[in-house]
C-alpha cells in the first residue's frame, strides 16, 4: 500500500497518487481500516478516530467570551446611558430618553447573548462524545447568558411598565 503512479496516455505524464492512510482497529487490532470507512473490515466494529488530548470546542469557548462580553457591554451601555439621563437639562424628555436606551441596551445585549447561547448550544453538541474539552465552558456559557438574560428582560419589562403606566 505506498504509492501508485497513474501515467495518462494523451499526455505521458505520471502523476503519483497517494492511497488513504490505514488506521489500526480500536476491537481487533487490525491496520487494514481506511479512514473514510465508519467500521472495520475484519470484525464489523464502529471506528473512531480519537482526537489528540487538549483540543477545545471553539463553540464551547466562544459561548462563554460572548456572555463575558455580554457583560462588560450591558455595563458600557448602562453607564452610558446613565451619563445621557444625568446630562439631560429638560425633565420631560428624561423618561422618554431612558425608555429609549433602555431599549438599545436590550437589542445590543440581548443580541450577543443570543449568540452566546447559540454557540452555548453548539459547543454542547461538539463535546458531547468527550473528544473535544471545554464542557463546562459551554455549560457556563448556557447559564450566564441565560441568567443575564431574565435580568435584562426583567429590567426592560420595568422600565417599560413604569414608563406606560405610572408616568
Known amino acids: 500500500m505506498g504509492d501508485m503512479t497513474v501515467a495518462y496516455p494523451t499526455t505521458g505524464i505520471a502523476i503519483p497518487q497517494r492511497e488513504a492512510p490505514a488506521l489500526a482497529c480500536s476491537s481487533c487490532g487490525t491496520r487494514a481500516v481506511a ?3 465508519p467500521f472495520c473490515a475484519h470484525c464489523g466494529s464502529r471506528v473512531s478516530v480519537s482526537v489528540r488530548s487538549g483540543v477545545a470546542s471553539i463553540a464551547a469557548t466562544r459561548s462563554l467570551q460572548f456572555a463575558a462580553l455580554a457583560v462588560l457591554t450591558n455595563i458600557l451601555v448602562g453607564g452610558a446611558s446613565f451619563g445621557v439621563v444625568y446630562l439631560l437639562s429638560d425633565a420631560a424628555r428624561l423618561t422618554e430618553a431612558a425608555v429609549g436606551l433602555e431599549a438599545l441596551r436590550f437589542v ?3 443580541v450577543l447573548l443570543a449568540v452566546a447561547i447559540r454557540y452555548g448550544v453548539r459547543g454542547l453538541q461538539q463535546t458531547r462524545d468527550g473528544a473535544l474539552k ?6 457556563v456559557g448556557l447559564v450566564v447568558s441565560g441568567l443575564y438574560g431574565l435580568l435584562i428582560l426583567g429590567s ?4 417599560a411598565v413604569l414608563y406606560l403606566f405610572v408616568l
Do not use: K
Open 35 to 37: 479512514l473514510d470507512q
Open 108 to 110: 445590543i445585549v440581548g
Open 134 to 139: 471545554r464542557r463546562a465552558w459551554a455549560i
Open 156 to 159: 426592560f419589562a420595568a422600565t
